[in-house]
């Protein structure tokens, strides 16, 4: 499968939090990110956009004490078939990265 969505090159991965009304536990997603932004939904196949999804934050999510960003192992997998080797960055990006055995960044405006 080639590294595309919607005919637009996907240039890296980004993750996601759902936080105003976390429904599982602040796990963190990953999302597409191409020249044209972060389309579509998870890569697990959560719709973002849906007009009842919970708050969500694209790069961003929550952190503190206490809290443990854990990868979803449904991005994950997608991830290592659809996009392997292309790098991670946002909140969470060190933990999903050293599950998919790729390169990671802090958040930079989605800039790969």
Do not use: K
């Not at 934050?57 to 991005?75: E, F, K, L, M, Y």
């Amino acid at each position: 499968m080639s590294n595309t969505t919607t005919e637009t090159p996907v240039t890296g991965l980004v993750t996601l939090q759902f936080d105003s009304r976390p429904v599982d536990g602040y796990a963190v997603h990953l999302i597409r990110c191409t020249v044209r932004g972060t389309p579509g939904p998870t890569l697990c196949g959560l719709d973002r956009f849906h007009p009842e999804s919970a708050g969500w934050s694209a790069g961003g999510g929550v952190s503190g004490p206490g809290i443990r960003h854990v990868p979803c192992a449904g991005c994950a997998d997608a991830a290592r078939v659809q996009f392997p080797g292309l790098a991670v960055t946002g909140l969470g990006a060190r933990e999903m990265a050293a599950v998919l055995g790729a390169e990671w960044s802090h958040w930079n405006g989605g800039q790969f």
